[in-house]
């Protein structure tokens, strides 16, 4: 296929039959990849049509993947990339999941925020202290990744960015509203399996923390003529390795001062999308 030939719908439309389906998505040669990230998005923007058209979904707000140099290794990319959080895929914590086979892939612990006011493309460009001013409330939060891609490590960022950026399922714990004396760089966060630790983290581990991944984020919307919205939340990427998902795991994140987020992946399998969990975060 030329790339002269790429049907960005009949792409977005492909995505979205194997998320419905449960069918492994073997990754396309790159002759059949969207050519670059504005193609990707380009097919983003159209899956986001179906997912609001056809599945009802709300957007709440953007999650980014790559802000840490061992994810970007991980992913073989070299630089962040973002997608949309949906209420149909987000649960309050503690959240219960049922397990996905081939489409849940990795737990990530992770600091999000909510941001407070509209912040208008004309304003770009932004940096953290900016991004930190406009944020309403810092949380909590796990972000499942999902995609069918096979083997999605593998897929290249313009592939998963195509498909929302690989999101599978978003949990979030309780908003706090006044952090000021809370250490989001340098804090310890954990994540633990089944009561286990499995791993260790900091927000620093994220480029420049939280408020400074959100204001690349800001910044990328802003080339694009978009702008966040207050109440828009922001998941701002892996701050420990990610964690592969398994059936019957417990899963819980600690993070200190902010507080714990945990879900429950059930072993049933009937429900073969976690995108069709319709736990609401809104």
Not at 204 to 232: Q, S
Request: with cysteine.
């Amino acid at each position: 296929m030329s790339q002269d030939a790429f049907d960005t719908m009949a792409r977005a439309r492909k995505l979205f039959r194997h998320r419905e389906s449960g069918a492994v998505f073997p990754v396309p040669p790159i002759t059949e990849s969207p050519a670059g990230m504005a193609a990707a998005y380009a097919v983003q923007d159209a899956l986001d049509a179906i997912f609001r058209g056809e599945r009802g979904y709300r957007a709440i707000g953007y999650k980014i993947a790559g802000t840490n140099p061992a994810s970007r290794a991980h992913l073989r990319i070299d630089a962040p990339f973002f997608g949309r959080l949906y209420d149909g895929m987000a649960s309050r914590s503690p959240g219960v999941l049922p397990f996905a086979p081939d489409f849940l892939r990795v737990h990530e612990p992770e600091i999000a925020i909510e941001i407070g006011r509209d912040l208008m493309p004309s304003e770009a460009p932004f940096d953290a202290a900016a991004i930190e001013a406009a944020t309403r409330a810092v949380l909590p939060a796990i972000e499942i990744i999902g995609t069918y891609f096979d083997p999605w490590a593998k897929a290249g960022a313009p592939n998963l960015a195509s498909d929302n950026a690989a999101f599978g399922h978003w949990i979030m714990g309780v908003p706090v509203t006044n952090w000021s004396g809370l250490d989001l760089l340098d804090g310890r966060v954990t994540i633990s399996i089944n009561g286990e630790v499995r791993g260790t983290g900091k927000g620093r581990n994220v480029d420049d923390g939280a408020f400074g991944a959100t204001a690349w984020l800001a910044n990328a919307l802003a080339a694009r003529g978009v702008g966040l919205k207050a109440g828009d939340y922001v998941t701002t990427g892996s701050v420990t390795p990610p964690i592969p998902v398994q059936p019957g795991q417990r899963v819980r994140a600690d993070f200190a001062g902010l507080g714990c987020v945990e879900v429950h992946i059930t072993p049933d399998r009937r429900a073969s999308n976690a995108g069709r969990q319709e736990g609401s975060a809104a």
